[in-house]
């Protein structure tokens, strides 16, 4: 096969054999194209890298205090109230690291992220530095802002001080 030299002929060529090799016969004639083209290999090789670039955007959460993406969620509260009502609807989740969750449902906003509308907090620990962090979410004017920061008083979820400042 030829080699292809205008790059948006490959591209419909490509396309065209790619869309061929459902079938086995055409799969097989993709894979001698791609063997003598060099063009059409570097575009394959550029689909699938943006491809995979794509499918990488989710990144995982780090802890604030240390950076550690070995975290825990152990509580959850979500908050639903109309624009600016002092009450609502706010459901906690409490435990969820434990065997039986807690489930609590009641009507204050007091913790609510968003200072309008609805929120959603996360309550995080880390396994590396053991400190406690919160993940919160709010909607304000049209936005979703979420953001990370510390518990305070910045101690681990069972009770001790953080490792940074006692050094364990």
């Given amino acids: 096969m030829d080699e292809c030299n205008d790059e948006q002929a490959a591209n419909y060529y490509i396309l ?5 090799a459902l079938d086995p016969a055409g799969l097989k004639r993709l894979a001698e194209h791609l063997i003598s ?4 290999r570097i575009l394959v090789l550029w689909t699938l890298s943006d491809r995979y670039a794509v499918l990488m955007k989710t990144t995982a959460l780090q802890c604030p205090g240390c950076e550690s993406a070995y975290v825990h969620q ?7 109230r109309l624009q600016d ?7 906690c989740v409490r435990g969820l690291d434990k065997p039986q969750p807690q489930v609590v449902v009641g009507s204050s906003m007091v ?6 509308r609805q929120g959603i907090t996360i309550h995080f620990w880390c396994e590396h530095c053991k400190c406690r962090f919160l993940l ?3 909607q304000h004017k049209g936005f979703t ?3 990370t920061e510390l518990e305070e008083p910045a101690h681990d979820i069972h009770g ?4 940074k400042d006692t050094g364990k």
């Fill in 74 to 80: 152990h509580e959850v509260h979500v908050y639903e």
């Fill in 16 to 20: 065209a054999l790619i869309e061929d």
């Fill in 145 to 147: 802002l979420m953001e």
């Fill in 160 to 163: 001790g001080s953080r490792g």
């Fill in 111 to 116: 913790g609510n992220p968003s200072t309008r």
């Fill in 37 to 40: 083209c060099t063009t059409c």
């Fill in 136 to 138: 919160t979410v709010a």
């Fill in 85 to 91: 009502a002092v009450t609502g609807t706010h459901v």
